[in-house]
């Protein structure tokens, strides 16, 4: 067998069973050898959309995605998937062919220095010099990209790599380590503080859905009693609509889930990092609160906030270890639950044209339990965290992290593939499905039944408000009112499409993006004047929320 | 604040530049850099001066020691302990 041929032996011994990516010279051999795999492959149309879409089944499956791409531009058309997987923590092995050895460093055709581009956004890389060490660097790289804190590995394989015969064979996967826990100390520094705290806040981030922690969670929350609030990557690690659930914090938070935190006297951070979105100005953010950082990571402690106690390691068996408080926290709850509700969104917009945030609302409403979210960079991507219903935050993909314009229509090629039985809706805007638009060709290839919401705007509506808000309503290269007929272009690729105009339509509309079997694109047009409400400014601290005037 | 790291590293391809490259992604001035490869066990040991104006050294010497080629970093020239219980400069 040749160097190709163990690599991809080797990827089906890791039980990988779907490959996104693209071929091209220097990767060619690989491609050869998938001719005789059992491994499916999926033909993106630009290699974006394969790292995206990897990284999309990743989340959705929490299994590690794979994706690749050949030298040279295949290889830097990668950087910007691998670049959001890292932001966002998720288990990816992108291969990339290399030209051959003796080429390298001498500026070859195809040739670039993707182990070197990529160092800054991957959790580790490798550069195949040698047939022999593939078993090895395969093996490796699969236990680094979902082992702690998950992110990207990438492997560069030369050609002359792959081609060179071996009798190498695949490494088996060994045990799983077992889950490194806190110390006892640590933990009862914890329960000391829980014991003394009055309003006591659990601050939810991504880490519990990347942790496989959702249910150990939902557990302590609900013994705890604790008001939760959640990071945009969190919603629904407690549902939406749980009577504990006080909101999404930070930048485009609820109030009552901004002044929770602010009024907290200890803020118990559950696999969250403090991101300046949803901090807002740091030394404002949690004034009062002493701070308990639970992580897998322990680079993250005091990165941003000091931690009063620090629990590194397994989210779920530190959660079960961690004893509910015991305090009376219905006073605070009932605090916080009121605030709930005396901010609660209306949906009565005046006018007859389509209000985005009802619509995504009534979709969530429509839509079965098995529904699956992924969202696109923008207004819309800050509505659906707000108005959506999300009952687990493996359900609402969102490049959160990275705010990858353009993550949505691969993320959710992605989530269908691997989850072949769920309803996969993805929700876009104007100017983020032109960033993939090429992605259409992948979904009809394949007949994938994703159901495409595209709200459109004719603007880059995110930029527009901030521009209207903070730079003096200069508008500056955000109307995008030569877009392309949508409806026309979906159907191009051989994608039903429909347009919606107003709002007597919205509901035949989602019943029609619901129902339609396969593949569908409804084009609404919204207001380009719409805002994003609550916000607060940029820089200030989330005490100071704007509100829609 | 200048501060002395002393790192043993396996020697891997690109090991010398994503230690470099973190420290200066991370918000660190390197002043001095060593790097010795020379010895009988063949091992990589490098020794960095760095300095920065607000950012936490011992978080700097955790995000090294996640990285996958580096077996131990020592922090010289301090007296902190990254996980002693710490005041909350907001209390």
């Keep these: ?549 | 604040m200048k501060h002395t790291l002393k790192l043993s590293v396996q020697p891997a391809e690109g090991a010398i530049l994503r230690i470099i490259g973190l420290v200066e992604r991370r918000g660190f001035n390197l002043v001095r850099i060593d790097a010795d490869r020379s010895g009988a066990d063949e091992q990589l040991y490098m020794e960095l001066d760095v300095v920065s104006p607000s950012r936490s050294i011992d978080v700097l010497k955790r995000q090294l020691e996640k990285l996958y080629d580096v077996i131990n970093v020592l922090l010289l020239n301090t007296n902190s302990d990254q996980f002693e219980i710490k005041e909350s400069k907001a209390c």
């Design chain 1, 1 to 549: 067998m040749n160097g190709a041929q163990l690599i991809v032996a080797a990827l089906e011994e890791e039980g990988v069973e779907v490959v996104f990516g693209y071929p091209g010279g220097a990767i060619m051999p690989v491609y050869d050898a998938l001719h005789d795999s059992g491994l499916r492959h999926i033909l993106s149309r630009h290699e974006q959309g394969s790292a995206l879409a990897a990284d999309g089944y990743a989340r959705a499956t929490g299994r590690t995605g794979v994706c690749m791409a050949t030298s040279g531009p295949g290889g830097t058309n990668l950087v910007t998937g691998i670049a959001n997987a890292y932001a966002d923590s998720v288990p990816m092995v992108a291969i990339t062919g290399q030209v051959a050895t003796p080429l390298m460093g001498t500026d070859s055709f195809q040739e670039v220095d993707i182990f070197g581009i990529t160092m800054p956004v991957v959790k580790h890389s490798f550069l195949l010099r040698d047939v022999a060490d593939i078993p090895r660097v395969i093996r490796e790289a699969f236990r680094i990209a979902s082992e702690g804190r998950p992110g990207p590995v990438l492997i560069d394989l030369p050609k002359d790599v792959a081609v060179a015969e071996t009798d190498a064979h695949p490494l088996l996967a060994g045990p799983q380590p077992a889950p490194k826990l806190p110390d006892a100390a640590a933990i009862s520094r914890a329960a000391e503080l829980l014991r003394n705290a009055e309003r006591p806040v659990l601050y939810a981030g991504g880490g519990i859905a990347i942790a496989g922690a959702v249910d150990a969670f939902r557990r302590y929350a609900e013994t705890s009693g604790i008001p939760v609030v959640a990071t945009l990557k969190a919603l629904g690690a407690l549902p939406t609509r749980h009577e504990q659930f006080i909101g999404m914090l930070g930048m485009h938070g609820t109030r009552a889930a901004n002044n929770a935190v602010q009024n907290a006297d200890l803020l118990v951070c559950v696999g969250a990092r403090f991101d300046d979105r949803a901090t807002g100005r740091l030394d404002g953010f949690a004034p009062l609160a002493k701070v308990i950082h639970m992580d897998a990571d322990p680079a993250e402690v005091s990165k941003l906030r000091v931690a009063d106690v620090a629990l590194l390691g397994d989210l779920s068996g530190t959660l079960e270890r961690l004893p509910a408080a015991e305090i009376d926290v219905d006073p605070w709850m009932a605090q916080c639950e009121r605030e709930r509700e005396e901010c609660r969104p209306r949906y009565d917009a005046p006018g007859e044209g389509v209000y985005a945030p009802a619509m995504l609302r009534e979709l969530t409403e429509a839509a079965g339990d098995d529904l699956v979210l992924a969202c696109d960079v923008g207004q819309h991507q800050m509505w659906v965290a707000q108005h959506c219903h999300i009952d687990r935050p493996d359900r609402h993909l969102t490049s959160g992290g990275l705010g990858t314009m353009g993550f949505g229509m691969p993320a959710a090629i992605g989530a269908q593939l691997g989850n072949p039985d769920k309803q996969v809706v993805c929700i876009t805007g104007d100017g983020s499905i032109m960033m993939n638009v090429q992605e259409l060709a992948t979904i009809n290839r394949y007949r994938l039944p994703i159901k495409i919401l595209l709200l459109d705007n004719s603007c880059l509506g995110m930029v527009r408000q901030w521009q209207d808000l903070f730079f003096d309503g200069r508008r500056s290269e955000v109307e995008l009112d030569d877009n392309p007929d949508f409806v026309r272009v979906a159907e191009s690729f051989g994608i039903p499409a429909f347009c919606v105009e107003r709002r007597d339509e919205v509901p035949a509309a989602i019943d029609r993006l619901l129902n339609t079997e396969g593949p569908v694109l409804a084009h609404v047009r919204i207001d380009p004047q719409a805002n994003v409400w609550p916000l607060v400014p940029p820089g200030k601290s989330n005490s100071t929320m704007m509100e829609e005037a």
